[in-house]
Nanobody
Framework: QVQLVESGGGLVQPGGSLRLSCVASGVIFSTATMRWYRQAPGKQRELAAEITSGGSTNYADSVKGRFSVSRDNAKNTVYLQMNSLKPEDTAVYYC????????WGQGTQVTVSS
């Protein structure tokens, strides 16, 4: 059974930083493309960042240059370092992996506000 558990969300002021973590189990982590999605109130869920098994990364235009996705295969963990946060980054952030079907974590709330 695949499980994804996110942590690291919270309230931060504009310009601040947060690091999200997602621990995966039930999957051969080193072979999986891991993704971070986010969903703001009243909006559709969107892809924020992804990292392949080989370490290639891809980012939404809205977060390029500010967010960085990384992985530690020894810890079955994917990270999302978020810098220069803006109020429009406020959302629930979800970890995702596809293994015959979509698997999602429970989400972690990120609120950027002064």
């Amino acid at each position: 059974q695949v499980q994804l558990v996110e942590s690291g969300g919270g309230l931060v002021q504009p310009g601040g930083s947060l690091r999200l973590s997602c621990v995966a189990s039930g999957v051969i982590f080193s072979t999986a493309t891991m993704r971070w999605y986010r969903q703001a109130p009243g909006k559709q869920r969107e892809l924020a960042a992804e990292i392949t098994s080989g370490g290639s990364t891809n980012y939404a235009d809205s977060v390029k240059g500010r967010f960085s996705v990384s992985r530690d295969n020894a810890k079955n963990t994917v990270y999302l370092q978020m810098n220069s946060l803006k109020p429009e980054d406020t959302a629930v952030y979800y970890c995702h992996v596809f293994r015959l079907k979509d698997y999602w974590g429970q989400g972690t709330q990120v609120t950027v506000s002064s």
